[in-house]
């Protein structure tokens, strides 16, 4: 499908190509094998993507961008000479590509997501379900910082109706600047965690940048978490006039929890929910209770876009989590029957308490609890005391084992209770063969850490034919 015509191409960076081209990918990296691609060689702190314009063209690209002091070094020195457009800076130009690609929709929704945790599921399931009534386009992975927004909008077909785009931050700033470019109809905030604190100081100030999402947001729709940091969210969504509806536990809240409870199995839960006033009642077959605001988010949209409540819950019916974000997962280890909970997908305090409480809170019967934890990163000076938590937490429950992987995660299992079994590992290299000698029969266990510590890796290997 067409993306980029060269004449819009020209248009935006007020260069022209000798010939008539059209592009249908925009991609930064060179080995991507992508034939009739604009190439956007981006300059990072350990490479530069200039370095690799030939390998791009190689790989079926029609055209780069190129900064300027690249293009006077090489003029008249490649094969590729016509089909470069200098600019000052290529970062700057992927995101006025996105701009430009914004400008010249005619999506009946642009929907935009922050949060401390749950923005790639809710994306991801927000597409699915949405996808039956609209031709929808989505954020592909988590691509949802300076680079990875712009680069996804920049890739968003012609005739996409809905976008549904994840916005994430880890320094001050950058939430507002992607909303500029996203331009949003509906903003979301997930929560407000402590995710990235090290670089925010207090959850406070995380709870002012996630609120920029909506600095953007003009006669819009506002989507809020009913919980302590309600007041500063609600304050920047007022300021252009936007509808605001609230979600969360609280019986105050437009869309609400009325109840979840468990069956005496793995993860069976019956729900009851009201959204903007109607009780609605599922059941759920999946690990976790976590899910149930992501549902509550996606029913206030499809009521904004006027879909019809039971159809929308046959689609979420078939809804699951994505590998690594707590699916579960039936195997056999060295013989034994095991099952696996692998919420191996990275990991912050909000994300590693709510897993281990939907974890400890299972009603199973003859069956180990173990839970494998690694590192939470970017904590600055509260490492310790986010590490400490966890043991506050594990030492009030019925937890069997604790295996803990990392340098950090070493200060959970220091403190821990001596009734806990516990063991702690450097790193993954030792771990896969301890968990084959001394797992058993019926054990049920969790990993949950940041990616950094490659849990997922032990994860695709135990659960690798499940």
């Not at 600019?87 to 997501?113: F, G, H, N, P, W």
């Not at 979600?247 to 979840?260: C, M, T």
Request: positive net charge; charged residues 25%.
């Amino acid at each position: 499908m067409e993306l980029f015509t060269s004449e819009e191409i020209e248009s935006i960076f007020k260069n022209k190509f000798k010939k008539k081209l059209f592009f249908n990918e925009i991609k930064i990296n060179s080995r991507l094998k992508s034939n009739n691609s604009l190439f956007i060689p981006i300059k990072g702190k350990k490479f530069d993507g200039h370095d690799f314009i030939h390998e791009a063209f190689k790989n079926g690209a029609t055209a780069s961008l190129v900064n300027y002091d690249y293009y006077k070094k090489y003029l008249n020195k490649t094969e590729f000479d016509d089909f470069l457009i200098p600019v000052e800076d290529t970062l700057k130009s992927l995101q006025l590509l996105a701009k430009y690609s914004r400008m010249r929709s005619k999506l009946k929704k642009m929907i935009c997501i922050t949060g401390s945790n749950g923005k790639t599921t809710l994306k991801d399931w927000l597409n699915q379900v949405l996808k039956k009534y609209f031709i929808t386009y989505a954020t592909q992975g988590n691509f949802n910082n300076q680079i990875g927004l712009p680069l996804s909008l920049s890739r968003m077909p012609k005739n996409t109706e809905v976008c549904i785009l994840e916005v994430g931050t880890n320094q001050p700033g950058e939430i507002e600047f992607l909303t500029s470019i996203s331009s949003p109809d509906i903003s979301i905030v997930t929560n407000i965690g402590d995710a990235h604190i090290g670089n925010f100081k207090n959850r406070k100030n995380i709870a002012i940048e996630k609120s920029k999402i909506f600095s953007s947001l003009e006669k819009g729709l506002a989507i809020i978490p009913y919980d302590n940091f309600y007041e500063v969210l609600i304050n920047e969504a007022k300021k252009n006039k936007n509808r605001i509806l609230s979600f969360g536990d609280s019986n105050k809240s437009d869309a609400s929890i009325l109840n979840i409870s468990s069956n005496q199995c793995e993860s069976n839960y019956k729900v009851e929910l009201k959204i903007l006033g109607k009780k609605i009642k599922f059941d759920w077959n999946y690990f976790g209770v976590h899910w149930a605001t992501n549902i509550l988010i996606i029913l206030i949209i499809a009521k904004e876009l006027n879909l019809l409540f039971n159809d929308v819950l046959k689609q979420i019916s078939k809804l699951k989590p994505e590998i690594g974000r707590g699916s579960l997962h039936k195997t056999k280890i060295n013989g034994k029957d095991i099952v696996i909970i692998d919420d191996s997908y990275n990991a912050n305090p909000n994300s590693m308490k709510n897993s281990l409480l939907n974890f400890l809170n299972l009603k199973i019967k003859n069956q180990r609890k173990i839970c494998v934890l690694g590192d939470m990163l970017e904590l600055g000076k509260k490492m310790e005391f986010y590490h400490k938590e966890i043991s506050l937490i594990l030492n009030e429950s019925d937890i069997d084992f604790v295996i803990t992987v990392g340098k950090e995660s070493k200060i959970i299992s220091e403190n821990l209770t001596s009734s806990i079994k516990s063991k702690h590992f450097p790193d993954t290299k030792r771990l896969y063969n301890f968990l084959n000698k001394n797992l058993i029969k019926n054990d049920l266990v969790l990993f949950k850490g940041s990616n950094s510590v490659k849990l997922w890796e032990i994860c695709k290997i135990l659960t690798c034919g499940s």
